[in-house]
C-alpha cells in the first residue's frame, strides 16, 4: 500500500537539525494525507513496521529527553519480584543487572526514568486480595528503604518534583483492581492511608459494582456503589484510574469524576482493535475532563493483528486460572498457550502511532507513557526494557514534535493530572 510506503520514508532516518525537522513536519503532513486516503487500511502501516527500519537515537533526542524525565503510570515489577524472586531484593538485586525482568536501576537510570507508579496488582480471583495488596505495598516500600539513593516514595505532585531535584526516581504506589477493597469504602480509605495514589477501577474482571473491558457486562457500567467509590476517590485524591474498564464504565467514571482521571496502561482503540485499549470518543471526553491515557507497550495491544488475536487474552486466563491452581502453574500453562498462538511482537513505531492517534483525537495535553514492564509477555522490538524510553523521544522528533510537546508525553502531562487530581 502507498502509505507504508510514506510511513517507511519518514520513520527510517534519524533526523537532526531545524532544517531536518521542516522535512520531517513535511513528511508527516504527506503522510496524515495518505492516512487519510488508506482509511480503514491502518493495519497495513503495522504490518510494514519492519519496513519503517530502526530507530537510532541521535544527540538531539538524547538531549531532549534528558531535559525532562519519563514519568511511567504502570510497572508491574512487584507482582514479578513476589512470583519470581520471593518478595526478595536479596535474590534479584535491582541494583546491578537483573536481565531476566524488564526492570532494574542501570536500566532505569538509562531510560531516563524520574517517576513510576509501581502497580501493587494482585489477580482478580486472589483470596484475601486486600491482605495480598498491602503485603505489595509493603513491597514497594521495602524497596524504597533499600535503595534510598536511588528511589523516594512520592504521595503528591510536590514529591515527585522533589525527588527529580534530588536525583532520585519518585515511586508512587497505584492500585490495580478495585476487587482488592472487596466491596468497602473504609478499606479503599486503608489503602490511601498505607500510600496508594490510584486505583484502577477493575481488572479483567467485573466486580459488584463495575464492568471490566472483558468480562461479561453486568451492570452497565458502574452501579450507585462504584459512583460512590468514585467520589470518594475524588475526596481522598486519589486517581481514578480507567485501565481495564469497559467503554461504560469509562463513560460513568468521566461523568461522576470531579477530577482529571488517567488510564494509568491502556492505548488506543482506533489503531489496534482490542477491547482494553481506548475508543476514540472516550478519549475526547479524557480530554474534556483534563486527564491523561498513558499508553501501554504489549505487543498484543498496540499491534493492529496481534492485537485481534489477543482479544480473549483475559477469557483464556481465566480458563487457564481455573485449570491450573498456583502461579507457576498458570505460568507454564499461559507460556506453552502463547508459544501454540504467536503473535508479532510490533515496534517502536506502532507504540508511537498509539501516541500520535491520541493526540490527534485528544490533543498533546492527554497523552503519556504507561509501558506495563514486569507485566507483559512480549513487548515491541527496540522496546524491551526501561532503557529504551529515548527511543521514542528519537521517533516523536522524526515525526515533526518539538522539545516542549515531547516533555508532555513524557512526564508533563502526567504530573499535571497528579498535581490536580491528588493531594
Ligand atoms: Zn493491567
Not at 327 to 354: C, M, T, Y
Amino acid at each position: 500500500m502507498g502509505s507504508t510506503r510514506v510511513c517507511g520514508t519518514r520513520d527510517r532516518v534519524s533526523l537532526t537539525g531545524p532544517a531536518a525537522r521542516r522535512i520531517a513536519a513535511v513528511t508527516m503532513g504527506l503522510a496524515v494525507v495518505a492516512g487519510i486516503m488508506a482509511s480503514g487500511i491502518r493495519s497495513s502501516m503495522s504490518a510494514a513496521a519492519a519496513e519503517r527500519g530502526k530507530v537510532v537515537v541521535s544527540d538531539e533526542a538524547r538531549r531532549i529527553h534528558s531535559q525532562t524525565y519519563v514519568f511511567d503510570g504502570h510497572n508491574d515489577l512487584p507482582w514479578t519480584m513476589r512470583t519470581e524472586a520471593g518478595s526478595s531484593f536479596d535474590k534479584a538485586d535491582i541494583a546491578g543487572p537483573v536481565p531476566k525482568f524488564h526492570t532494574d536501576l542501570p536500566r532505569l537510570r538509562q531510560g531516563g526514568v524520574g517517576a513510576v507508579y509501581w502497580s501493587v496488582y494482585v489477580p482478580a480471583d486472589t483470596r484475601q486480595s486486600l491482605l495480598t495488596t498491602i503485603e505489595q505495598i509493603e513491597l514497594v516500600r521495602a524497596m524504597v528503604a533499600r535503595y534510598p539513593n536511588d528511589f523516594a516514595l512520592a504521595l503528591n505532585a510536590d514529591d515527585v518534583e522533589a525527588a527529580r531535584k534530588a536525583g532520585k526516581i519518585a515511586s508512587l504506589i497505584g492500585v490495580e483492581g478495585g476487587h482488592c477493597i472487596e466491596d468497602s469504602l473504609e478499606n479503599l480509605r486503608r489503602l490511601h492511608r498505607l500510600g496508594a495514589r490510584y486505583m484502577t477501577l477493575t481488572h479483567s474482571d467485573t466486580l459488584a459494582w463495575a464492568d471490566a473491558a472483558t468480562d461479561e457486562a453486568k451492570h452497565g457500567g458502574l452501579t450507585a456503589f462504584g459512583e460512590e467509590v468514585v467520589r470518594e476517590m475524588n475526596r481522598l485524591g486519589m486517581l481514578v484510574d480507567l485501565s481495564h474498564v469497559s467503554p461504560e464504565t469509562m463513560r460513568d467514571a468521566l461523568r461522576v469524576t470531579t477530577a482529571p482521571v488517567i488510564f494509568s496502561h491502556s492505548s488506543a482503540r482506533s489503531v489496534a482493535d482490542h477491547p482494553r485499549n481506548v475508543p476514540d470518543d472516550i478519549l475526547k471526553l479524557t480530554a474534556a475532563n483534563g486527564g491523561v491515557v498513558m499508553v501501554n507497550f504489549f505487543s498484543g495491544f498496540i499491534h493492529p493483528e496481534s492485537a485481534k488475536r489477543r482479544a480473549n487474552m483475559f477469557q483464556v486466563n481465566r480458563e487457564l486460572r481455573a485449570k491450573h491452581p498456583g502461579e507457576a502453574a498458570f505460568k507454564a500453562a499461559k507460556l506453552r498457550w502463547e508459544a501454540e498462538n504467536p503473535i508479532q511482537a510490533g515496534s517502536v513505531h506502532d507504540v508511537v502511532d498509539h501516541i500520535e492517534h491520541i493526540i490527534r483525537v485528544a490533543g498533546i495535553d492527554h497523552v503519556g507513557i504507561g509501558s506495563d514492564y514486569d507485566g507483559i509477555g512480549k513487548t515491541p522490538e527496540q522496546l524491551e526494557d526501561v532503557s529504551t524510553f529515548p527511543k521514542i523521544t528519537q521517533e516523536l522528533l522524526n515525526r515533526g514534535y518539538n522539545a516542549d510537546q515531547i516533555h508532555k508525553v513524557m512526564s508533563g502531562n502526567a504530573l499535571r493530572v497528579l498535581r490536580k487530581a491528588g493531594k
